[in-house]
């Protein structure tokens, strides 16, 4: 289990039971520095760690909603949005992830929010796939694309595949 450490936000949601926060770094660094370098104001973050079990993508979907509302202050159909967004990540991460634990960042710097989804698990970079009609999954990636896009923001993996990431105006 990871050890509880304070969260860098000044406003920071409660935790769920299970869920540890924590200061890792997140391998999506390329993507940070950029993020970072052009907006160094107004900053607030969350990094959650969690057990990697389905039973955690309902928590991790309530601090981020919290987070998102409260601290971001997201308008509420927008929020509606990313609340998909998560749970179709920290998801896939928990379906799909190998590591023990599955983590949660989340930023918001300059009217810009940064959702990044960690399963900890190198493999090849997620790729949409092709469903029929009565396939009671696998649609997530299609959500997430169509969702991103309707934000205004943009999505993808890191090289390694084991991040997630999705920004989009607050």
Known sequence: M????????????ALAA????????????????????HHEHQHSSVDVAFVRDASRVEHARRIGITWLRNVCRVQATRV???????????TNAVLHGRSTTVGLRLRHVDGQVRLEVNDHSPSGIPRSKRV?????????LWL?????????????????GTVAWCVFPS
């Open 80 to 90: 509606e949005s990313a609340e998909v967004v998560i749970s179709e990540l920290i």
């Open 144 to 160: 997430v694309d169509a969702l991103v896009d309707e934000l205004g923001g943009s999505w993808g993996f890191t090289d390694d």
């Open 2 to 13: 990871v050890p509880a450490v304070p969260t860098t936000a000044s406003a920071a949601p």
């Open 132 to 140: 029929g009609p009565d396939e009671e999954s696998g649609r997530g």
């Open 18 to 37: 299970g869920a540890c926060a924590t200061s890792a770094t997140h391998p999506a660094a390329e993507h940070e520095e950029h993020f970072e370098e």
